[in-house]
């Protein structure tokens, strides 16, 4: 798991009291609006999206930066690159 | 006159173009808007049309919508939603004492949790006081839910001036609009509300349709837990032919309903003062001008109003004694109550709500029929007598 602290982000996709697979469904549509370089936050108090995510980015060629917990969700971050 | 039927606060009929805009999906187009195949993406275009046309009629965006199967669920997911999402905000919800069952119980469904609950007073109108909620609220109140209009006696409630409230103390504002949209103009940004709910059996939809405004960005628990349904806040296969339903009584709602509001009031006004020119010791319920256009409303001394609307429908007239869930319970109407209604005299509520499709004629047969079978009922009454000999 990795881990980052104060990371910046261009835009921020709340998916907190969504179900899953949302988590694997809106983080594409959202990135697909950013401009290459750009940063995702996705916010989720889902914990399989802490494993699902950084996979995802693998497979869909995005580069997955890291967690950050949240008092009351996950932040996770993700940098544009296709 | 066969019949006249003046209760669609309960139901309004299913209108024409409506059921002929439902009946392919009940056919040839019954897949389900899931699959990924042209069959379903095509089920999925329509549904999303219809999301845009029911969010239009209320001035919100397609994405602020989340169709349900009734104004009960949405009342209930509304609450519900809101007071599991913002648990760590607070354990407070405020209500009028005045509001639709399905909120009334969601909200004391928390009472046994540890969740606070304040029930509002409201005035001898049915009206809510903007500053005795600034009094109510606190530092723990997570929802604020004010019913636009009340279904038994036809007050419309200040919701913009208990926004105002709302938005200063940062508290969540949702509103019950089931006896409203598509009945009178509702508009989101107009009344401030985060959350409002709406029912298609109030303008011409079938059963067994409603809807969820939620305002954009707005964190809402989910009460059916499920997949990808309504963006994962729903789960369930859409109720298709039924979102089609709802959908082309919005657009149809949002066409006709200056002309239709106009009509209604004009055969409102005919029998509020017709009954209380022609029946003695009858009093008007709710607010005398800042009421539903189609909605009348009165208590009739010494008698009961179950005994009334059962008299009346003898005459082919259907009316309600109150609000369609409780009127079977036999127990006095706690809307009437919270008005300050005596107890004898609320035993004789009855209820009018009219529809386009009400006419003149028909007002004219209800104000003939009307003061004879309250007069039989007097007859019977061992409380007339005993008024009438004091």
């Known amino acids: 798991m990795k881990f980052v602290a104060n990371q910046h982000a261009d835009d921020t996709l709340d998916l907190v009291c969504r179900m899953c697979p949302l988590h694997l469904l809106e983080p594409g549509e959202k990135l697909a609006c950013l401009k290459k370089g750009q940063v995702l936050e996705v916010l989720t108090d889902y914990d399989g999206a802490l494993e699902d995510i950084p996979a995802w980015c693998e497979k869909c060629g995005q580069e997955f930066l890291g967690i950050e917990e949240d008092e009351d969700c996950y932040k996770l971050y993700i940098k544009k690159k296709k | ?390």
């Open chain 2, 1 to 390: 006159m066969e019949q006249v039927y003046l209760d669609h606060a309960s139901a309004t009929p299913v209108r024409k173009a409506v059921l002929e805009a439902m009946l392919p999906y009940f056919g040839e187009r019954f897949a389900n808007p899931s699959t990924v195949y042209d069959m379903g993406s095509k089920v999925k275009q329509a549904m999303e049309e219809q999301r845009e046309k029911v969010a239009g009629l209320i001035g919100a965006k397609g994405k602020e919508i989340i169709f349900t199967s009734s104004g009960a669920e949405a009342n209930n997911l509304a609450i519900k939603g809101v007071a599991l999402a913002h648990r760590k905000k607070g354990n407070h919800i405020i209500i009028s004492s005045i509001e639709h069952h399905s909120v009334l119980n969601a909200a004391r469904f928390f009472e046994r949790m540890d969740y606070e609950v304040t029930f509002l007073p409201v005035d001898a109108f049915g009206m809510v006081n903007p500053e005795q909620l600034r009094e109510a609220i606190r530092k723990e109140t997570v929802l604020v839910s004010v019913m636009h209009a009340n279904n038994e006696i036809g007050t419309i409630e200040p919701i913009p001036e208990i926004s105002a409230v709302c938005k200063e103390k940062g508290v969540l504002l949702h509103t019950d609009a089931v006896a409203t949209v598509g009945n009178i103009a509702v508009n989101v940004d107009d009344l401030g509300v985060d959350l409002l709910t709406l029912s298609g059996v109030s303008f011409g939809a079938p059963k067994g349709t409603g809807a969820l405004y939620f305002r954009g960005g707005l964190r809402l628990m989910p009460l059916i837990q499920g997949g990808i349904q309504e963006s994962g806040r729903r789960g369930g296969t859409e109720n298709i032919p039924g979102i089609i339903g709802l959908g082309k009584a919005a657009e149809l709602a949002v066409e006709e309903l200056p002309a239709n509001m106009k009509h209604a009031r004009e055969l409102r006004d005919r029998i509020i003062s017709g009954i209380r020119k022609r029946v003695e010791q009858v009093k008007l319920t709710g607010h005398p001008e800042n009421r539903l256009p189609g909605h009348a409303s009165f208590c009739v001394a010494a008698i009961e109003g179950e005994a009334l609307i059962f008299m009346l429908s003898r005459e082919g007239i259907y009316a309600n004694t109150g609000s369609a869930c409780a009127s079977k319970a036999l127990k006095t109407s706690p809307v009437l109550v919270a008005i300050g209604t005596e107890a004898a005299l609320a035993q004789g509520s009855i209820v009018f709500t009219l529809a386009p499709n009400n006419n003149a004629d028909e007002i004219s047969y209800l104000l003939e029929k009307f003061p004879p079978v309250v007069e039989r009922l007097r007859a019977m009454s061992p409380i007339w007598k005993e008024q009438t000999a004091a």
